[in-house]
Every structure is written in structure tokens, then in C-alpha cells.
């Protein structure tokens, strides 16, 4: 068998796909020489998938299990058939392939994979259990890293759990990084969540003292521990999914002025004119939630006559997982948050 790095080798079907697209790939557990074996702990589910199997289970949490256990038994991979998403792992090295011998890692290094669960193997043998207000499942099983795959080693100054919680969204803050200039206006949607409160931070932090940010949330408690925090300028409480209601409130928030950004990290289907309709004309729309319809977005985009640039929620920025850990590190108000809600 001819190896492939991003390990076309374990597709089943279909026959010439990567194994993000692919319905099922093999997930057995012995690893070719460019591969690396990991004993999971806990998963991270995406925010938009979790929130989609709760739904559909109306909060039952044997339900839950079941169908999760379902999906990798039938695919091979933790990748929810109705969002396409997946998430991501924590884990301890168990082995390495011998290609991959010059690497960073030795038996028995904690990680977390920065590739998404829909794309990798995964076997699981048994379910822990489900921590429902936070996307996290504790499990036994195994798993395996691509060569191509990313990864980060679990920090020693920071419990698993927190690492896990904000690695999970790492390419979100990292991306904000990236786009937000000093003096822009800024609008978060989902800003109460954890891609949310990371990348207001990050945000408020790249503006300066001439930008604005605005988060918008869905209830006051969010809306309180934004403004608390000085994560942002103002927050708002409003329904992501009618646009129109929600439009004159945050523009109000920013002077009357169309945004220059808008980021989307809600995890709930029908957002995406919400993040169009703000933005001026050339702005940005960045899309980090894997909710969207991206259909909706361009063709919603073209009916209300908005030339503005859209960016698709790559998990994967350059240094995301060092920009995202650093957040923690030098913000003591965030790092409370987050040790509150995720540890």
C-alpha cells in the first residue's frame, strides 16, 4: 500500500477523497510508519455539533452517548452527519510511526490534535461521560494523527481541561489577529461563547483606543461578563437569526456607522445575514462558525447588494495555538472565565 500524508490510505469511501470528505475511513488501530497513535482522553465537540445531537436527543444525555458512539462506529471518525463538523482531542502519545522519528514528540507527551475530528480515525471504547455545558466528552479510546496533522503539547502551567477548552477554538483569535487593525469598528456575533470571548479580547486588544468593538450575545448574564471583563466597548442582547431586528442595534452601538468586520461565532443555523447586513461596503465578514450556510452567506450576500469579503473559518492559522494559550496567560479576567466555566 502506498502511504499518502494526509492519509488518503484509510479511505473506504468514496475512493479518492480526503478523509475529511469521506463517509468512512478505516480506524483501525494499527498505525502505518507515518502515522502516530494516541490514547484519548476527552473530546472536544464542535460547538455547532454538540449543540445539533442535544437537540435532536431533547437534552437526553444516553441519547447523546448512543449516537455519538453510532457515528464513529458507522464512519470511523467522530464527524456529525448533520453539521459536517467534528471537534477535537486530548490525549496521550502512545506510539510513533518510524517515519516520523526526528519529531518534537516521545512516547507518553500529552498533545492536543489542532486537526478536526471529522478527519480523523478514532475508535472509541467506552464513554465516561458528557459534560453538556461544555461540548466535552471524557472517553476511552485511541486515535490517529495524520503525518500532515498538526498538533500542540499541553502546556505545564495550565490544567488539561483549560488548554482543551481554548485550543478547541484556537484559529478563531488567531484569525482576528490577523484581520483587525487599529481603529477598526468590530462586531462579534456569539460573543459570550468561547470563540467569542477570545476574539473580543483579541479585538478590543488590535483596535486601540480609536476602534470600537461590539459583542452581541444572547442573554444579559453574557452580556454583563463581557462588559465586567472589558473584553469589549458594548454588548448587546439579540437574536442573531432576524437580522433586521438586530441591525439598528448594533449599528447605534457603533455611531450609526456600518462595521468595518464582523466575526460569527454563534453555533445555531440562520446567522449569516445577521454578520452581512452591519458591514460596510468592502469590510470584512469572517465566518468562524461551522453552523453556516455558506450559500446562504454569498447568495444572501448578492440579493441585499453588499460587496464585502467573505472568509471561511479555517481552524488553522500560523501560530494560533501560541496566540490563543498566550490570551490565557496575560489575561488574568479571561483566564478566571474560563477555569470558571471549562475545568
Do not use: W
Not at 472509541?124 to 472517553?139: G, W, Y
Not at 433586521?244 to 460569527?264: H, K, P, T, Y
Not at 453556516?292 to 441585499?304: D, H, P, R
Amino acid at each position: 500500500m502506498e502511504l499518502c500524508k494526509y492519509g488518503t490510505n484509510r479511505v473506504i469511501e468514496p475512493i479518492g477523497v480526503l478523509p475529511q470528505a469521506a463517509q468512512k475511513i478505516d480506524n483501525h488501530m494499527e498505525i502505518y510508519p507515518n502515522e502516530i497513535l494516541i490514547d484519548v482522553t476527552a473530546l472536544n465537540v464542535d460547538s455547532a455539533s454538540f449543540a445539533q445531537l442535544k437537540g435532536e436527543a431533547e437534552g437526553d444525555e444516553g441519547k447523546i452517548a448512543t449516537k455519538i458512539m453510532e457515528i464513529v462506529t458507522d464512519r470511523g471518525k467522530m464527524q456529525n452527519p448533520v453539521t459536517g463538523s467534528g471537534g477535537m482531542l486530548i490525549g496521550t502519545i502512545a506510539k510513533i510511526g518510524t517515519n516520523l522519528a526526528g519529531r518534537d514528540l516521545k512516547v507518553g507527551d500529552k498533545i492536543a490534535t489542532l486537526v478536526s475530528l471529522s478527519l480523523t480515525p478514532l475508535k472509541i471504547n467506552k464513554i465516561k461521560a458528557l459534560h453538556m455545558d461544555i461540548d466535552r466528552v471524557d472517553v476511552d479510546a485511541q486515535a490517529i494523527l495524520f503525518e500532515s496533522g498538526i498538533y500542540a503539547k499541553l502546556p505545564e502551567d495550565m490544567p488539561e481541561a483549560l488548554a482543551l477548552a481554548a485550543l478547541d477554538v484556537a484559529g478563531a483569535p488567531a484569525q482576528t489577529a490577523k484581520l483587525v487593525k487599529p481603529g477598526d469598528s468590530v462586531l462579534i456575533l456569539g460573543a459570550g461563547g468561547k470563540s467569542g470571548m477570545m476574539c473580543c479580547y483579541e479585538a478590543t486588544k488590535r483596535v486601540g483606543p480609536t476602534g470600537n468593538v461590539v459583542g452581541v450575545v444572547r442573554n444579559e448574564a453574557d452580556r454583563e461578563k463581557l462588559l465586567t471583563n472589558g473584553l469589549c466597548h458594548s454588548a448587546i442582547v439579540s437574536d442573531v437569526t432576524t437580522p433586521l431586528d438586530m441591525l439598528n442595534e448594533v449599528l447605534a452601538a457603533n455611531g450609526g456607522r456600518e462595521f468595518d468586520i464582523s466575526i460569527n461565532c454563534v453555533n445555531v443555523p440562520n446567522s449569516e445575514m445577521a454578520s452581512v447586513l452591519p458591514v460596510r461596503d468592502g469590510g470584512t465578514v469572517y465566518f468562524f462558525s461551522m453552523a453556516v450556510s455558506f450559500t446562504k452567506a454569498a447568495l444572501g450576500a448578492e440579493g441585499v447588494g453588499k460587496d464585502v469579503n467573505m472568509i471561511i473559518g479555517n481552524g488553522y492559522s500560523k501560530g494560533h495555538a501560541e496566540i490563543t494559550l498566550a490570551q490565557l496567560r496575560e489575561n488574568p479576567a479571561l483566564r478566571k472565565i474560563f477555569e470558571e466555566r471549562y475545568v
